[in-house]
T-cell receptor
C-alpha cells in the first residue's frame, strides 16, 4: 500500500524567512499531491495541490513542487508570517493517507 | 453545496464505557467517507474508510469499529473505551472525479477517556 513520509516534524523560522516541508511517497501511480493546513484546534483544510503533469504550482506565497522521478513533493512558504504557524500535512490520494505532519512556528 | 456534520464536539467518557460518534454528509451521493484520529500533537491516523453502504475498510486493528448504515452516514463505535482512545476524531468526505481530490473534514470530536 501507499506510504507517505514527511519531514521535518517541527520547523521554526523567523518571520519573513522561507519554510520548506518535504514528503516522500511510495506508489509510483500517484498523480495528485495535496497539502493541508491545520490551525490549533481546527480541522485541516486544503491549501494547495498539484497534479503529476506539472512540476510546480504557485499561489501567492505558497508553492508546491513535484519530483516524480524521486517520488517526493515539497511545500514552500515564502515571506512567512505569524499566521502561517500551524501544522501542515501532505497526503497520498490512495486511501487518503496523510503524512505525519510538520508543526511550523513562525517567530516574530 | 456539500456539507459534513460531525457530533458531538467534545466528549468525556469513563474507561470501559461505549462510544458512538456520528458523521453525516449533505449535498452529495455515494461519498467516500473516512474516520481519522489525531492524538495530541500528532498526525492524522486513518482508522476506517468506506466507499459505500456496508463497505468498511479498517486500517488499524484496535477496539474501534465503524458502520455505514446509510449512504451519507458514517458511525464510529467502541464497546469498551480505553484510556489510549483519547484524541481528536475527525470524519472526512473525499470528493473524487474532476481535477481535485479534496478531503472535507467535520468539526471534529475531542474525546477524553477518564
Amino acid at each position: 500500500g501507499e506510504n507517505v513520509e514527511q519531514h521535518p516534524s517541527t520547523l521554526s523560522v523567523q518571520e519573513g524567512d522561507s519554510a520548506v516541508i518535504k514528503c516522500t511517497y511510495s506508489d509510483s501511480a500517484s498523480n495528485y499531491f495535496p497539502w493541508y493546513k491545520q490551525e490549533l484546534g481546527k480541522r485541516p483544510q486544503l491549501i494547495i495541490d498539484i497534479r503529476s503533469n506539472v512540476g510546480e504550482k504557485k499561489d501567492q506565497r505558497i508553492a508546491v513542487t513535484l519530483n516524480k522521478t524521486a517520488k517526493h513533493f515539497s511545500l514552500h512558504i515564502t515571506e512567512t508570517q505569524p499566521e502561517d504557524s500551524a501544522v501542515y500535512f501532505c497526503a497520498a490520494p490512495y486511501k487518503y493517507i496523510f503524512g505525519t505532519g510538520t508543526r511550523l512556528k513562525v517567530l516574530a | 453545496s456539500q456539507t459534513i456534520h460531525q457530533w458531538p464536539a467534545t466528549l468525556v467518557q469513563p474507561v470501559g464505557s461505549p462510544l458512538s460518534l456520528e458523521c453525516t454528509v449533505e449535498g452529495t451521493s455515494n461519498p467516500n467517507l473516512y474516520w481519522y484520529r489525531q492524538a495530541a500533537g500528532r498526525g492524522l491516523q486513518l482508522l476506517f474508510y468506506s466507499v459505500g453502504i456496508g463497505q468498511i475498510s479498517s486500517e488499524v486493528p484496535q477496539n474501534l469499529s465503524a458502520s455505514r448504515p446509510q449512504d451519507r452516514q458514517f458511525i464510529l463505535s467502541s464497546k469498551k473505551l480505553l484510556l489510549s482512545d483519547s484524541g481528536f476524531y475527525l470524519c472526512a468526505w473525499v470528493s473524487s472525479g474532476g481535477r481535485r481530490t479534496e478531503a472535507f473534514f467535520g468539526q471534529g470530536t475531542r474525546l477524553t477517556v477518564v
